[in-house]
């Protein structure tokens, strides 16, 4: 056993090496300069268009709205590397990783706008009479390389049982057992039976369940990260400086190819967001609109809200702590907990845990549909009944395994996932500027000035 975890040991730690790290941010660079860095200006107009109580939408071909699309696609993407992701990046890392966390996401923008444009245009109806898209698809019929197409699909259906299922219940019953002692297998029970409530409605249970529960867990966490730092904005300067300086500093390591502070900081952020892993773009398959694009800005607020709103909070606030020096790799699962605690003693850690409890449930909602329609392209829609129970089961094992290799497994899988999406997003690139451009004619239009 110990010989094949090195083995696990080795393949992940060459696949998310810094051929990786390049790969995904010399993506999200190369579709920033062909869409002209759109994703700054359009901004505005993407929240707005995202969370707008008006639905234009309701008469165009899709399952769910706008919002629910992105609530789908965030439900998957804050999970527990908001918490713990960023608590890794800066015990590794330094606090500089922070910064390099924002830059990935700030390119990532246009990685994820581009996902979601090729995931609406491929998009097609399945046997179901639901809407079915994503990387598969447009790999594809974009394409035209059906074997990439299926190796997409395949690490994607496997993936979704570790970093979307295993890992995030047992984040679960951890914390659940630390702080009220409840057995794991019993949360394990709990969470199964909650989780196959909502997915046996397919997506747009999924759909609705993220809509209400992504804005309350979010909001809810962010409220007390604010909480903390107002109280304490006298010492957010001091924080932000210490950020900034280190992400400059020896230890970003300019004499290698990608030094610890980078390398953390942009792995971290990848996972953080999922920006160019591929699992966002099949929720925006489903998005009811009028033109790909439009379902793209809404798309793209997702890497914006994940990292630089809710990641910024937690980071800032663990600088503000300034308890990360005493932490190491194995502790800095409860890094978080105990700098909210720092603040707010007694309180914060309760918070954070609640926080957690409810990131990975929604991961795993998310995960599930991804997975799901992976699968489906593999198999079919008979198919899908016995994955959707095989699904549930994991979430009882990953209650009480030993996760660390399961965290390896799964990183190998999504790696996998990343390198066919990334090929597709490069070289269907003028497809995404083409539309683009369509859209751009039509909000000109619409508003008598372009995007």
């Known amino acids: 056993m110990a010989g094949f975890s090195e083995l696990i040991d080795v393949v992940n730690s060459f696949i998310w090496g810094p051929w990786m790290l390049v790969l995904f941010v010399g993506t999200g660079l190369f579709l920033s300069l062909r869409l002209r860095f759109l994703q700054f200006p359009v901004l505005p107009y993407a929240l707005q268009l995202a969370f707008s109580p008006v639905q234009r939408d309701r008469s165009s071909k899709g399952d769910i709205s706008h919002f629910q699309a992105l609530m789908t696609a965030l439900a998957a993407t804050m999970g527990i590397g908001n918490m713990v992701g960023v608590a890794t990046a800066v015990v590794l890392g330094g606090p500089g990783a922070i910064f390099w966390m924002w830059i990935t996401a700030l390119l990532g923008m246009a990685t994820k706008y581009s996902e979601a444009v090729l995931a609406v245009k491929y998009r097609v109806i399945d046997e179901n009479g639901e809407m079915a898209g994503g990387p598969m698809y447009y790999i594809k019929r974009g394409l035209g390389c059906k074997w990439m197409a299926w190796l997409f699909a395949f ?144 798309s793209m607020t997702g890497t914006f809200l994940d990292t630089i709103v809710v990641c910024s909070v937690t980071g800032i606030v663990l600088v503000m702590a300034g308890l990360y020096p005493d932490f ?33 449930y929604s991961t795993i909602l998310g995960w599930f549909y991804y997975g799901e329609k992976c699968f489906y392209y593999l198999t079919g829609y008979r198919g899908i009944k016995p994955y959707r129970f095989v699904y549930c089961f994991m979430i009882l094992v990953g209650a009480v395994l030993n996760i660390g290799i399961v965290w390896d497994i799964a990183d190998i899988f999504n790696g996998a996932m990343a390198v066919p999406n990334l090929i597709a997003l490069l070289a269907l690139s003028g497809v995404v500027v083409k539309e683009t451009k369509d859209f751009q004619k039509i909000r000109a239009a619409e508003k008598g000035k372009r995007i």
């Open 328 to 360: 190491s790799e194995a502790t800095a699962v409860i890094l978080t907990s105990c700098s909210f605690d720092f603040f707010l003693p007694g309180i914060g850690s309760h918070v954070v845990t609640i926080g957690m409890i409810l990131f990975a």
């Open 155 to 298: 690490c994607g259906a496997m993936a979704a049982f570790g970093i979307g299922n295993m890992v995030q219940v047992n984040a679960i019953a951890s914390n659940v057992h630390n702080v009220f002692g409840v057995p794991d297998w019993i949360t394990g029970v709990v969470v199964a039976i909650l989780i196959a409530l909502v997915i046996m409605g397919g997506i747009k249970s999924i759909g609705k369940a993220a809509g209400v529960l992504v804005p309350l867990m979010a909001l809810s966490y962010m409220a007390i990260g604010l909480l903390i730092m107002i109280s304490n904005y006298h010492l957010i300067p001091q924080a932000l400086k210490i950020i900034f300086t280190e992400a400059f500093c020896a230890e970003a390591g300019y004499g290698a190819l990608i030094g610890t502070t980078i390398r953390y900081g942009i792995s971290r952020g990848v996972f953080s967001n999922e920006a160019g892993l591929g699992s966002a773009p099949i929720a925006a398959a489903a998005a009811k609109t009028d033109h790909p694009c439009r379902q793209a800005l809404v």
